[in-house]
Antibody, heavy 122, light 107 residues
Framework: EVQLLESGGALVQRGGALTLSCAASGFTFSTYAMSWVRQAPGMGLEWVSALTDNGDATYYTDSVKGRFTISRDNSKNTLFLQMSNLRAEDTAIYFC???????????????WGQGTLVTVSS | DIQMTQSPSTLSASVGDRVTITCRASQSIGTWLAWYQQKPGKAPQLLIYKASTLETGVPSRFSGSGSGTEFTLTISSLQPDDFATYSCQHYYNYFRTFGQGTKVEIK
């Protein structure tokens, strides 16, 4: 059974930094692209960042470019999201997701973690 | 970026009703579209991918259709477990945007 377990969410001050982790199990982690998706309180889903299976390509939504860094450690089956210069609008639940059923360039998400809450205080 | 627009934002329906949700893309995305269901306090779950392919385990009362820029999610006979928020997402490129979500409420 696929399991994705996020951790690292916290209350942080504006301008601060935080690193989220996602421990994966139940599948061959090193062969799947992974993403982070967030959901602000009462709002819809927002794709944040993606990473290819071997980590050689990364992608970011415009609002986090230059502030967030996605990475992975395939030897430890773990996905990371380093966040810096945090803003109030980064307040959200952050979900770790696994890609599947890929098209030519991209994939939907067939597995999601339960999420970890990041709150940025102003 | 490709924008995804869902309608309606909220839908009130009764058990047994046929429900249709629409998702429009700001440019053609072929059939690279997924639908998710999310219940309060829970993570989203994939329902449909490639516009019309049901994920394993999803009941057959759910169906998806469309291509290009216009897509629909249909629930043929709404069940109590289906009251939730539904979101579309394109995966035409790596910058995968979601629709704003449609909340299906009990009438």
């Amino acid at each position: 059974e696929v399991q994705l377990l996020e951790s690292g969410g916290a209350l942080v001050q504006r301008g601060g930094a935080l690193t989220l982790s996602c421990a994966a199990s139940g599948f061959t982690f090193s062969t799947y692209a992974m993403s982070w998706v967030r959901q602000a309180p009462g709002m819809g889903l927002e794709w944040v960042s993606a990473l290819t299976d071997n980590g050689d390509a990364t992608y970011y939504t415009d609002s986090v470019k230059g502030r967030f860094t996605i990475s992975r450690d395939n030897s430890k089956n773990t996905l990371f999201l380093q966040m810096s210069n945090l803003r109030a609008e980064d307040t959200a639940i952050y979900f770790c997701t696994k890609a599947a059923y890929c098209g030519p360039t991209s994939c939907p998400f067939d597995s999601w973690g339960q999420g970890t809450l990041v709150t940025v205080s102003s | 970026d490709i924008q995804m627009t869902q309608s309606p934002s909220t839908l009130s329906a009764s058990v047994g009703d046929r429900v249709t949700i629409t998702c429009r893309a700001s440019q053609s995305i072929g059939t690279w579209l997924a639908w998710y269901q999310q219940k309060p306090g829970k993570a989203p779950q994939l329902l449909i991918y490639k516009a019309s392919t049901l994920e394993t385990g999803v009941p057959s009362r759910f169906s998806g259709s469309g291509s290009g820029t216009e897509f629909t999610l249909t629930i043929s006979s709404l069940q109590p477990d289906d009251f939730a928020t539904y979101s579309c997402q394109h995966y035409y490129n790596y910058f995968r945007t979601f629709g704003q979500g449609t909340k299906v409420e009990i009438k």
